[in-house]
């Protein structure tokens, strides 16, 4: 079966061009979105997900990234190692500052802030709960 584009008129033609057509003042004019720190967040994850899979994890990315930078620890191993143990293993490499203490959130999930740099951006690491069951 050979695909036979339907013909329009060239008025339909043209005013679905002028729908699409967007003009360059048009687009000077919208606000321009501020800077983020993606690029870095882009840059820093496959150093972290090394660690963390040197330590019995998988690292998941959640979230925008617009404010911070949400990671989901999840053990993938029989006896990971302890979340403590895998923010250790972070600092050793990476110049960050752990902002307080973890925190159990839903469903048990342990949440770590690390501050990056002067505090202006952030990583939250969560671990999802070890379970131990018998295959």
């Not at 090394?50 to 949400?70: E, M, P, T, W």
């Not at 050793?92 to 770590?112: D, Q």
């Amino acid at each position: 079966m050979v695909f036979k584009p339907k013909k329009i008129s060239e008025k339909a033609r043209a005013e679905a061009i002028s729908k699409i057509n967007i003009k360059a003042e048009d687009l000077m004019a919208k606000e321009k979105a501020d800077p983020t720190y993606i690029p870095m967040y882009c840059a820093m994850y496959p150093g972290l997900a090394k660690i963390v899979r040197n330590c019995g994890y998988a690292l998941a990315i959640h979230g925008s990234l617009q404010r911070d930078f949400d990671l989901v620890c999840i053990p993938w191993v029989a006896h990971p190692a302890e979340s403590h143990q895998v923010v250790d293993e972070i600092l050793k490499v990476y110049a960050l500052r752990v902002i307080g203490y973890p925190e159990i959130k839903e469903h048990g999930r342990e949440a770590w802030t690390l501050s990056i740099g002067f505090g202006e951006c952030f990583l939250d690491l969560s671990f999802m709960p070890l379970t131990y069951q018998k295959l």
